[in-house]
Antibody
């Protein structure tokens, strides 16, 4: 049973860099789109992006200039870095295992395993 | 402003049925598969429906999904107090080349 666990350093100062790591346990680290999603307080889900098993990435266009998602296969971890943060980046950040495929002219994309989430506050 | 549009809330009595709509466009719902997630208070989202109408193992058949054109619907029958949660639709947007979600719908059991 695959499990995901987010970890991070805690509060981040405005204009600083947010860094989070997701550790994958209990299953293979291969053939999936390892994803990050966030949820501001009292609001809905926002897709941030993913890193595929081969290292390819894709990011939300609204965050693309500030986001990097990378993977460390030997450690079974993938990471999120978000630069130049503001209060608007305060949210619960979730990591998830994504499945993205193109078949018969259609995409399907869904997240079938989620971490518990970690709250990140941007504050001075 | 979410790419996919959902009603903010729906409600029904225990045992009744609710339907949650999700509206999109030709670049997302019309040509790609939809998924649905349940988020109980204070917890992470959980996958309920994928590829429009498939249920992961362990999801009861009280939950069902359908899609037609640029809209999708999540149905919950035999409503239980434990179903009180926020529900989100999601898909891939081919124009944005990005995952997208609806704004979420809060289900209340009266």
């Amino acid at each position: 049973q695959v499990q995901l666990q987010e970890s991070g350093p805690g509060p981040v100062r405005p204009s600083g860099t947010l860094s989070l790591t997701c550790t994958v346990s209990g299953g293979s680290f291969s053939r999936s789109h390892w994803s990050w999603i966030r949820q501001p307080p009292g609001k809905g889900l926002e897709w941030i992006g993913y890193v595929y098993t081969t290292g390819g990435t894709n990011y939300n266009p609204s965050l693309k200039s500030r986001v990097t998602i990378s993977m460390d296969t030997p450690k079974n971890q993938f990471s999120l870095t978000l630069s130049s943060v503001t209060a608007a980046d305060t949210a619960v950040y979730f990591c998830a295992r994504g499945q993205l495929k193109w078949t018969s002219g259609h995409y399907y994309y869904y997240m079938d395993v989620w971490g518990r989430g970690t709250a990140v506050t941007v504050s001075s | 402003q979410s790419v996919l549009t959902q009603p903010p809330s729906v409600s029904a009595a225990p045992g009744q049925k609710v339907s949650i709509s999700c509206s999109g466009s030709s670049s997302n719902l019309e040509n790609n598969y939809v998924s649905w997630y349940q988020q109980l208070p204070g917890t992470a989202p959980k996958l309920l429906i994928y590829e429009n109408n498939k249920r992961p193992s362990g999801i009861p058949d009280r939950f069902s999904g359908s899609k037609s054109g640029t809209s999708a619907t999540l149905g919950i029958t035999g409503l239980q107090t434990g179903d009180e949660a926020d529900y989100y639709c999601g898909t891939w947007d081919s124009s944005l080349d990005s995952g997208v979600f609806g704004g979420g719908t809060k289900v209340t059991v009266l």
